[in-house]
């Protein structure tokens, strides 16, 4: 019993964390950019990427996508592989949505899972 409570307990945690990682992503963009410090120096690593990895949230990927884009960070110099969007299967039409919201960024890209 004890260690059924603990999973649902590390679970719900788990979730509360996601979520609010999400929602911080998303306030991050409105944060004015004279106000973020970003090293100037090009990255050493062209190899460096960043990846959101996403299943059947077709409600909320076209505001995290645009936050993205709004917030400057896939033209980022310290990012010079860019964004790299990993669908993990969904089931609704997250993959369309997101497909039609990168189509005018060149720093973007969409990779779907195999089922």
């Keep these: 019993m004890l260690e059924i409570l603990f999973i649902i307990i590390v679970s719900i ?3 509360y964390g996601a979520v609010r990682a999400i929602e911080d992503f998303i306030h991050m963009s409105s944060i004015s950019p004279s106000r973020i410090v970003i ?3 090009p990255n ?3 190899n460096a990427i960043l990846i959101l990895a996403v299943k ?3 409600q909320q990927i076209e505001a995290i ?3 993205i884009k709004h917030s400057g960070l896939p033209e980022n110099p310290l990012l010079p ?3 790299i969007i990993a669908d993990c299967g969904s089931n609704d039409d997250t ?3 997101a497909q ?3 189509e005018d960024t060149q720093s973007m890209q969409i990779i779907k899972a195999r089922k």
Excluded: Q
Aim: negative net charge; glycine residues 8%; aromatic residues 0%.
């Design 56 to 58: 059947d949230c077709e």
């Design 81 to 83: 592989g860019g964004l």
């Design 65 to 67: 996508i645009n936050a």
């Design 100 to 102: 039609k919201a990168i």
């Design 39 to 41: 090293d100037e120096e």
């Design 13 to 15: 945690l788990a979730v």
């Design 95 to 97: 993959v369309k949505i």
């Design 44 to 46: 050493n690593n062209p």
